[in-house]
């Protein structure tokens, strides 16, 4: 999901690669390196290749794109490379012809493709400065395993939970997130996000309160292990992770620390409302119409939540159904069933009030958003989580980063301030 993709921007943070290599020899180690084009500025790509005792791997590294993925299905030959994985949006692929130290190709999905030139960087990669260690982790009624990224040869070290954004579901979704963290000296794990949505697919129907439940079990799974400090595990969460940050640390009650990058403060009515009411106006449509949608809106909670008015808001829909705007938002043409309002997120947490929970914390918060985030409405969310943290006696440090979007981007900047933040108050409270 890079740049040049314009679509979806909860998710434009995210490319999902795998890739496994036919690397050069055994025992042998390289990295190569090139820049992505035509995004402005252009993306910077690293593709590193191991084999060792037999065993070929490597990893795709795209920082700006938040991308850290082990690689599988990669061709790397004398004169031709390529791969392709999968992502939520469909298959990228890389097809490149080599001439020694230079592969020469395109990189893109479908049609969608843009030139990157790889050269082999002339020291092989360095061994990360931390293991992969997998963990179980066992809450309520689910069992499942955890990726813990520890940094080599410390002790009793801080720990951070990884939350998933409303992207890609697994382990590799958040390795980048983990990177970060171990290079630190912060252990983090991470997990594979739950699938309880069957038809409608793991990105609408999982409630962020079972989300919360996982996180909350990741944490004393954490706090169990004799090499982690039980007195110095948080959680970072972005996009929906920061929404659910709060959630998950109000329910452990001892969190060493939470961090929000670009999570939402308000309720799932509110956001949606925020959410179609921009999408229309960057489409160009006016406040009547912006207005009409609201209403519209409205009235569909409001049966939501009553059962009442259901001739009345099922005519009002068909009233809309050829207005120009209706498909650039998500409010349809019908009234929700029974069992999509019990199965989608969008009804299961409409009312869902994130501030009691960042009430409850006692804790160093930090709240990172982007001024120019297309998302969330940053300045409310911003204020709640202040006003919500001083109630409870825990105020926030708040930063709005200018020219920055839902991604946090350009750069990677703000999340590198944001694991600093977390680093110092770490050291501070051993």
């Not at 943070?13 to 036919?22: E, K, N």
């Not at 191991?50 to 795209?62: K, S, T």
């Not at 999570?263 to 160009?284: F, K």
Request: glycine letters at 10%.
């Amino acid at each position: 999901m890079l740049r040049w993709r314009a679509s979806s921007a909860l998710l434009a943070l995210l490319l999902s690669a795998a890739c496994s290599a036919q690397a050069p020899g055994a025992d042998s180690a390289s990295a190569w390196h090139g820049t992505l084009e035509p995004p402005a500025p252009p993306l910077a790509v690293t593709v590193e290749l191991r084999a060792r005792d037999g065993v070929e791997g490597g990893m795709i590294h795209v920082p700006e794109d938040r991308v850290l993925r082990p690689l599988a299905d990669l061709q790397f030959g004398p004169e031709r490379v390529a791969f392709a994985f999968p992502t939520v949006d469909g298959e990228v692929s890389y097809e490149g012809r080599r001439a020694g130290d230079v592969v020469t190709g395109t990189f893109g999905r479908g049609d969608r493709r843009a030139p990157l030139v790889l050269r082999r960087l002339p020291a092989p990669p360095e061994e990360p400065p931390y293991q992969e260690l997998v963990v179980p982790v066992a809450g309520g009624t689910r069992v499942f395993t955890a990726s813990l990224f520890r940094p080599r040869g410390s002790d009793r070290t801080p720990a951070v939970v990884l939350l998933h954004g409303t992207g890609g579901p697994t382990v590799d979704d958040l390795r980048f997130f983990a990177d970060l963290f171990a290079r630190r000296g912060i252990a983090a794990l991470a997990y594979d996000k739950r699938d309880t949505c069957g038809e409608y697919g793991w990105r609408s129907c999982i409630d962020l309160r079972d989300l919360a439940a996982d996180g909350a079990a990741a944490w004393s799974a954490l706090r169990a292990r004799a090499d982690i400090d039980p007195a110095r595990i948080g959680f970072f969460g972005f996009s929906e992770g920061g929404w659910v940050a709060p959630l998950a640390a109000a329910e452990v009650g001892q969190a060493a620390f939470v961090v929000n990058a670009s999570g939402s403060c308000v309720s799932y009515a509110e956001l949606n409302r925020h959410i179609n009411a921009e999408r229309l106006r960057r489409d160009g449509f006016g406040e009547e119409d912006v207005a009409e949608l609201l209403a519209a809106l409205d009235r569909v909670d409001r049966y939501v939540r009553t059962g009442e008015g259901a001739a009345e808001t099922e005519a009002l829909l068909a009233s809309l159904s050829a207005r120009p705007w209706l498909t650039a938002t998500n409010l349809g043409s019908r009234l929700p069933t029974q069992e999509e309002i019990a199965s989608l997120l969008r009804w299961r947490c409409l009312d869902l009030d994130p501030s009691p929970s960042w009430e409850a914390l006692r804790c160093p918060v930090l709240a990172v958003f982007g001024a120019q985030d297309e998302m969330i409405p940053v300045a409310e969310s911003a204020g709640r989580i202040e006003a919500a943290t001083a109630r409870g006696g825990s105020a926030a440090v708040v930063r709005i980063v200018p020219g920055a979007n839902h991604a946090l981007q350009p750069g990677t900047a703000a999340l590198d301030e944001a694991v600093e933040w977390v680093a110092q108050r770490m050291a501070t409270a051993r």
